[in-house]
């Protein structure tokens, strides 16, 4: 998630017990859990990609018929950089691909240096500030396939020539407007490797935008109802956009997720809030891009302006845009495989920041898992669990939308509570769910939708456990394991000092857990602390040295081969003054204590962390995907200050240039797989 967009007001007012008091419970025991969880006879999925053309057949061949992968790091951990390039280790190269304003189409423009590409020009090219992405194999191929990227939000200095222009308080340009609006979203692309470079297929059909004005489908309990009334859609099935795209994941049928973060922003309410808007930090001044002031303007089609501004203005909801933010904040599925295939928005996974979407293990015939995390402060973890069993046949299915109605539009949503004992309990969020004040959630809300509307509001009541920004998650494809990432909060700062940080916590850290026989049971470990190499005991808790210091952990994905994947957006002085953003890799499954159990990072180990990546001077190294052959791995780097001057990501900078959020492309020079 970017620094920038971050709203840090702390919208959760509940006195659920802070996850500090249960952090520092638990440091001396961290080491003892896991013993004897590993699962290996299992189909899991990590950051790896489904291979078919109009059908897609997930890779299966996981592992090594035991809980630990066979995987080793055969790469030197490289220093920090405080450059305008990225560093790769000795041995291998970095390309610049598809950054924003690459046109899809053969009738796409060029992208302009001087920031004068029109608002059409930019729906038909790559959106700003890439995040999170897949790759997704045709036809089996490790050298052809499609790649969705996310578009988190716009710098809109460099989006246009000369930033924004605004009169009074009024955005005073539609076309401006419109080519903001064109700028979020998605982008699917078709990509090749020809002569050991990718390039973009711009002629390719299945190239195309979603964006913050995409008309998108409404699904599960929230759709079709009086909640998501509009004046553009009267029955409730439909929203308009997708915005703050930052966390992604995919699904064991082929389809692509994007999440909905921080997309509050974008909408206001002057007049009296809801409960749900009040809690999820929807403002009642004004937006963050001042989108709402054209409404009205004699240049205004369908209302696409007006509908920022939620404050109820007619008799009804279908007389206006009361419930326009009720269209947004899910998981929103999206077949790349099938050309111009409706978006749906997936409601009964919650409502709220989402940041990441990965499912669990799977197993035929039990509920498909899914975990995300809420990105702010004090919030909370989340699972849903399927009412459908898994099948195995629904891997390559005739029509993957339709099977992800079957496994993401009914359901139970959880949240975690995380014990002092480290075991965890699932908290479902329904109607019967008991709320600590000793009653149930119907006495608070009157359907399902409504709790599903106000999730965080239903997660309050139940008793979930406040976290500090939780955001990515990943699954071992190995032990089944699933790996959080908890950014920083620095909004703790009871009894803070230098010598207790985790209650001004900088440096944030990195979670994990096994579910247990029942769907409301876990255990969870701390697996690694973020901190700079010169902190001391208590601050630099897993012993990070020069080569592997980092802070503020966000992105997170393991691969088919057992390996972890830990991106950072940093704001931690004590790092940023080493390094900017970086990617770091290890082997969970490998690191075991003396008695067999697996290991969190700690001095004994830490030097198997590596930093594999490091990004240019001010952006944030986000989204991670690999092809098939493990040979080609696709990062993105976002709001860079000054980049990139070349197809080649290692060139330094020479001069000022626009910069461009792009996709970095690592190979080896010798064409073997990443990081072995």
């Known amino acids: ?18 996850f500090e008091e249960v952090l520092d419970a638990n440091l001396s025991r961290r080491n003892v859990l896991k013993g004897g969880l590993g699962i290996s006879a299992m189909t899991a999925f990590g950051a790896f990609g489904l291979s078919g053309c109009n059908s897609s057949s997930p890779d299966t061949s996981i592992g090594n018929g035991s809980d630990v992968s066979s995987a080793v790091l055969n790469f030197d951990s490289i220093p920090g950089s405080l450059t305008d390039a990225v560093s790769v280790p000795q041995g291998y190269m970095a390309q610049v691909l598809v950054p924003w304003g690459t046109p899809l189409n053969p009738q796409g423009s060029a992208w302009k240096d001087d920031g004068s590409n029109t608002s059409e020009e930019q729906l038909n090219a790559l959106g700003m500030h890439h995040d999170g992405m897949h790759f997704f194999p045709l036809n089996d191929s490790n050298v052809d396939g499609l790649l969705c990227i996310n578009h988190e939000y716009i710098d809109t200095n460099a989006l246009h020539p000369s930033g924004q222009t605004i009169q009074g308080g009024v955005r005073a340009v539609v076309e401006e407007v419109r080519k903001e609006i064109n700028a979020h979203g998605v982008s699917v692309v078709r990509i090749q490797l020809e002569d050991n470079m990718w390039k973009l297929v711009d002629t390719d059909p299945l190239n195309r935008r979603y964006t913050g004005a995409t008309v998108m489908d409404l699904s599960g309990p929230v759709a079709h109802t009086a909640l998501t009334v509009t004046r553009f859609s009267p029955d409730g099935s439909q929203a308009r956009g997708t915005l703050n795209n930052c966390g992604n994941g995919f699904t064991p049928w082929g389809t692509y997720l994007t999440c909905e973060e921080n997309w509050p922003g974008y909408f206001v309410n002057a007049g009296v809030r809801t409960e749900e808007q009040d809690r999820i930090g929807i403002d009642d001044s004004s937006t963050r891009y001042l989108w709402e002031t054209l409404a009205g303007n004699a240049e205004e089609r369908l209302d696409e302006f007006t509908r920022f501004n939620v404050e109820p203005t007619g008799t009804s909801s279908i007389d206006d ?9 899910y998981i929103v599925e999206i077949d790349p495989y099938t050309e111009n295939a409706r978006a749906k ?6 409502r709220f920041r989402h940041e990441g979407c990965t499912f669990g293990k799977l197993k035929a015939g039990q509920p498909v898992v899914f975990y995300s995390g809420h990105d702010s402060r004090f919030e909370y973890l989340y699972k849903f669990e399927s009412a459908a069993g898994w099948d195995p046949t629904d891997a390559s299915p005739s029509n993957r939308l339709a099977t992800g109605d079957k496994y993401m539009d009914e359901g139970t949503l959880y949240v975690a509570r995380f014990n002092d004992d480290n075991s965890g309990t699932w908290l479902p969020l329904t109607l019967d769910s008991v709320t600590l004040s000793g009653g149930v959630l119907a006495d608070n809300f009157n359907s399902l939708a409504e709790i599903i509307l106000n999730t965080a509001g239903a997660a309050d009541l139940v008793g979930a456990t406040p976290m500090d920004r939780p955001e990515w998650c990943s699954v071992d494809p190995y032990t089944g394991s699933v790996y959080l990432t908890l950014t920083n909060n620095t909004a703790r700062t009871d009894e803070t000092n230098a010598a207790n940080p985790r209650l ?3 440096f944030g850290h990195v979670i994990r857990w096994d579910e247990g026989e029942n769907a409301t049971d876990f255990t969870w470990d701390i697996f690694v602390f973020g901190s700079p190499a010169n902190g001391d005991a208590d601050t630099n808790r897993s012993s990070l040295t020069d080569m592997n210091q980092f802070a503020s952990p966000d992105g997170l994905a393991f691969d088919a081969r057992g390996i972890l994947w830990i991106q950072t957006d940093n704001g931690a002085d004590e790092v940023t003054s080493y390094t900017n953003d970086q990617m770091l890799a290890v082997v969970p499954s490998k690191l075991t204590d003396d008695n067999g159990n697996s290991a969190v990072i700690d001095e004994s180990n830490q030097a198997q962390l590596k930093r594999f990546f490091v990004g240019p001077n001010g952006c944030e190294v986000t989204g991670f995907t690999i092809s098939p052959d493990y040979k080609s791995l696709f990062v993105n780097i976002q709001h860079p200050a000054n980049w990139p001057s070349s197809d080649d990501a290692t060139a330094q900078t020479q001069g000022n240039v626009r910069p461009r959020a792009s996709t970095v492309v690592i190979r080896r020079e010798d064409g073997g797989e990443i990081a072995v």
């Open 321 to 329: 845009y009361r419930n326009e933010a009720n269209g947004h904040g």
């Open 504 to 506: 001004n916590n900088k």
């Open 345 to 350: 928005k997936r409601t009964a996974l919650g």
């Open 1 to 18: 998630m970017s620094k920038e967009t971050f709203d840090s007001t702390r919208f959760n007012k509940s006195k659920n017990k802070p």
